[in-house]
C-alpha cells in the first residue's frame, strides 16, 4: 500500500486521496462506533427514544461522558464496556488518519539525494 524506501515520493494529488481514503475509513468506524452505541443503550434501557441514545453516544465519543445515566445493571455494564471501546476506536482513528502524513514524512527524510 505504502511506497518503500527505493521507491520516489508520491505526487501531492496521490498523498490528498490516500489521506481522504484514510479519513473515509475513519469516518465509517466512528459512525458504526456511535450507531453501536446509541443502539446499545436502547437495547439495555428501557424506554429510551433512539435521539437520546444517539446523544449519549456521542457525548461518550466526544469525552464528556453519557448526559443520562443509566438505570439498570445491565446499562452500566455497557457504559462501562462502551467507554473503554470507544476510546479506543478514538486512538485507532486518529491512527488512522495521522499514518499517511508521518510515513511521508519519514519517506521525504529517507529519500536518496
Not at 486512538?91 to 488518519?97: D, E, K, P, W, Y
Amino acid at each position: 500500500m505504502y511506497e518503500s524506501r527505493d521507491q520516489p515520493l508520491i505526487t501531492g494529488w496521490q498523498f490528498a486521496k490516500r489521506l481522504l481514503m484514510h479519513t473515509l475509513i475513519g469516518i465509517v468506524f466512528v459512525t458504526f462506533s456511535l450507531m453501536l452505541g446509541a443502539l446499545g443503550h436502547m437495547w439495555f434501557e428501557e424506554n429510551v427514544p433512539w435521539h437520546d441514545a444517539a446523544l449519549n453516544a456521542a457525548m461518550m465519543v466526544g469525552g464528556l461522558g453519557p448526559m443520562a445515566l443509566p438505570e439498570t445493571w445491565a446499562g452500566k455494564v455497557f457504559f462501562a464496556i462502551y467507554g473503554a471501546y470507544i476510546s479506543l476506536v478514538l486512538v485507532a482513528t486518529f491512527g488512522l488518519i495521522i499514518t499517511p502524513v508521518m510515513h511521508r514524512i519519514l519517506h521525504t527524510f529517507h529519500l536518496e539525494d
